[in-house]
């Protein structure tokens, strides 16, 4: 740095605007390696999501597979109690008939099935035959009274045997009942299966909802924070760049000033010499 550079403000110039320069720089760097963590942190955030995601689909998977396994389950118990109630729906709608509940025709029907049903005729042979054998005995299967007895042993047999039947279809509703029951447990236990398991896919969408969500809150107080370090940064860079300036101007002032000085030293020494001083005044000038 020569004399002159000194005094006229050259060198506070340039070393001002080298540390502008410097500062800047700085500043850009600075900037540069927080958008770079933003970014870094950004793809933290979303291999999270990614993640929340894939284990969302896994759950809702293995809630609807055990759902359906468990429903087939269901059915097949349900499935048990088919014999009681075929069966027991079978022998009720008899039983209707048989009380008349079903009209005439229904009695007629019944009538016919008490006729249809096993050991009746069989029964019925054997009585008449045995009343038929006792007229004989008695010499009397032509007459009146063998008439009566045979009429009397059908019609009671008849009734009897009728009531019996009515017991015996009556007896199978228990059997009818308990399988109603059993598939209507069934059912039951299908619709709580179904209530649940919506429920618990409702619950995982939410809570991976949830997470998702306080993911990207989370990215966004990143975002936001990484703006606010590199505005944080600018400002200070700013105030740097400030106080580089007013420095550098301090110096081109001080600068000045010593160039005045130096060339009112210079007016008087030249003055001096030109009056006699000589050497003497000149050596004064650089002293």
Do not use: H
Not at 155 to 174: E, K, P
Not at 242 to 267: F, H, R
């Amino acid at each position: 740095m020569g004399l002159f550079d000194a005094l006229t403000g050259s060198a506070s110039k340039a070393a001002t605007s080298k540390g502008i320069q410097a500062l800047q720089q700085a500043g850009t760097d600075a900037g540069t390696a927080i958008y770079q963590g933003r970014d870094i942190a950004g793809s933290y955030f979303g291999d999270a999501k990614n993640q929340i995601t894939g284990a969302e689909g896994i759950a809702r998977g293995d809630l609807t597979s055990g759902a359906a396994q468990a429903g087939g389950l269901l059915q097949q118990a349900g499935a048990v109690y088919n014999p009681l109630v075929s069966g027991g729906s079978a022998a009720y709608g008899k039983l209707l008939n048989a009380t008349g509940a079903n009209g005439a025709a229904g009695s007629a029907q019944a009538a016919t099935d008490f006729r249809a049903a096993p050991g009746y005729e069989y029964a019925r042979d054997e009585a008449l035959g045995a009343v038929q054998r006792a007229a004989g005995a008695r010499g009397d299967l032509a007459g009146g009274n063998a008439t009566t007895d045979l009429l009397r042993t059908a019609t009671g047999l008849a009734d009897q045997g009728f009531q019996q039947y009515i017991n015996n279809l009556s007896g199978l509703q228990s059997g009818y009942q308990t399988g109603l029951a059993g598939q209507a447990g069934a059912l039951t236990g299908q619709a709580g299966l179904a209530a649940s398991t919506g429920n618990a896919l409702a619950n995982t969408s939410l809570t991976a909802g949830q997470n998702r969500a306080g993911i990207e809150g989370q990215l966004a107080g990143t975002i936001y924070d990484a703006g606010r370090s590199v505005g944080t940064a600018g400002i200070g860079v700013a105030g740097k760049i400030s106080d580089t300036l007013m420095q550098g101007a301090k110096a081109q002032e001080q600068a000045s000033a010593n160039g005045l000085g130096l060339i009112s030293n210079l007016v008087g020494g030249v003055a001096n010499f030109a009056g006699g001083g000589g050497i003497s005044n000149l050596t004064k000038l650089f002293a």
